[in-house]
């Protein structure tokens, strides 16, 4: 009968304990979360954006005579040149609550 006392007492101490480890347990993991920093949230985001666009072309144009199947011609081949940098900043805003 002693054991059967002794046993109930531990288990109802156990049991009385329980939502206190579970608390315990629980802060942990909280501040074991919160030492990652601020973490990425998809719904609020604020960034900058900065594109850049280089471009070069380069056509050329080269005229010559020609016969083909006795016929004279003319053939023309055109030689372009061009550069260009578009450029675009900002900021992005998104959010949803």
Do not use: H
């Not at 990425?40 to 985001?45: E, I, K, N, Q, S």
């Not at 005579?65 to 053939?75: A, F, H, R, V, Y």
């Amino acid at each position: 009968m002693e054991y059967l006392v002794l046993v109930t007492i531990v288990l109802a101490a156990l049991l009385a304990m329980g939502t206190y480890f579970k608390r315990a347990l629980q802060g942990r993991w909280k501040a074991i979360v919160d030492d990652f920093g601020e973490q990425y949230d998809p719904r609020l985001a604020d960034s900058d954006m900065t594109f850049r666009l280089y471009a070069n072309t380069e056509t050329r144009v080269t005229t010559f005579n020609t016969t083909l199947n006795d016929k004279e011609g003319i053939w023309t081949l055109r030689e372009d040149a061009s550069n260009s940098i578009e450029t675009r900043t900002g900021d992005i805003e998104i959010g949803s609550y």
